[in-house]
């Protein structure tokens, strides 16, 4: 059974920072994209920043800068280290795996930035 759970959400002041981590199992980590998204309050869900199995990174224009995605294959977990949070970063944080034909989500954590 596969699983993406997420944690290291919470409230944070602008300005400050977050870690984010999301941990597999039931897959070959290794071999999957690993994407972070975000859905803000009365907006569409977006891809915030995305590492592929060799590394490669992408990140969204708003992000870039602030944001680094990593992941640990020995440890079947990916990173979304954020910095300098704005309160337009808050929202539910999810992690999507995907391969090929296949694509598994975690239920997400909330990120909620304000003073």
């Given amino acids: 059974q596969v699983q993406l759970v ?14 984010l981590s999301c941990a597999a199992t039931g897959i070959m980590f290794s ?5 972070w998204y ?4 009365g907006r ?6 995305g590492i592929m199995s060799n590394g490669d990174t992408n990140y ?32 539910v944080y999810s992690c999507k795996a995907r391969r090929s034909f296949f694509q598994y989500w975690g239920k997400g954590t909330l990120v909620t930035v304000s003073s």
């Fill in 6 to 19: 997420e944690s290291g959400g919470g409230l944070v002041q602008p300005g400050g920072s977050l870690r």
């Fill in 31 to 35: 071999r999957f994209t690993m994407e």
């Fill in 38 to 41: 975000r859905q803000a309050p």
């Fill in 44 to 49: 569409e869900r977006e891809l915030v920043a």
């Fill in 60 to 91: 969204v224009d708003s992000v870039k800068g602030r944001f680094t995605i990593s992941r640990d294959n020995a440890e079947n977990t990916v990173y979304l280290q954020m910095n300098t949070l704005k309160p337009e970063d808050t929202g």
